[in-house]
């Protein structure tokens, strides 16, 4: 008479699970559904391990502040393409990260998917896809860091002292 294949537990739900006979790697879950719960199980534990710098929110904002200044003060002149384009660049860069930092401060306070896909006008698949995970660490990781600020010709009519040097006429 053959032995009856062994009993485990499931790792997630603790539910008995039979073993094969036949050989190959033990079940360590009863269910695909289990398996998935514990690698989120799994995933949450490291996520929560990982949290944002304390000064990160304040630095984003800053240096966005800064960004915008920048841009405002280079509308004043006639500004040169590549400047705005990588100055907006930035800017969207900044805000995107910006969100991705408010979305992961409300998850670490038990927001559910649902309720930041619904503020963010999105569906929860969207809205775990767009800031879920290490997304959020990735983006404050890769944002470009502030250039100096540089200061651009103005058009402004010379100073007293070019124009006495100048010849009359001109």
């Known amino acids: 008479m053959a032995e009856p ?5 499931c790792a997630f739900c603790g539910k008995g ?3 094969s006979t ?3 790697r033990p079940k360590d879950y009863c269910d695909r559904k289990c398996r998935g719960r514990a690698q989120r ?3 949450r534990g490291r996520w929560a391990a990982e949290p944002l710098p304390d000064d990160a929110w304040r630095s984003v904002t800053g240096e966005l502040t ?6 405002h003060d280079v509308g004043s002149d006639e500004p040169a393409l590549a400047t705005v384009l990588r100055l907006t660049a930035c800017l969207r860069e900044d805000a995107e990260c910006l969100a991705a930092m ?3 401060a409300a998850r670490r306070r038990g927001w559910e998917w649902s309720e930041v ?3 963010a006008g999105l569906s929860a698949a969207s809205a775990r896809a767009r800031w879920g995970g290490v997304r959020v660490r990735r983006l404050v990781a890769a944002r ?3 250039p100096p600020a540089r200061r651009t010709s103005t058009n402004r009519p010379p100073s007293g002292a070019e124009t006495e040097n100048r010849p009359e006429g001109q």
Do not use: C, F
């Open 66 to 71: 800064s960004r915008v200044r920048q841009l």
């Open 41 to 43: 199980r799994r995933d």
């Open 17 to 19: 699970i039979e073993q």
């Open 117 to 119: 896909a619904t503020a």
């Open 5 to 9: 294949p062994p009993r485990t537990r």
């Open 22 to 24: 036949k050989g190959g």
């Open 102 to 104: 408010a979305v992961d």
């Open 144 to 146: 470009a860091p502030l």
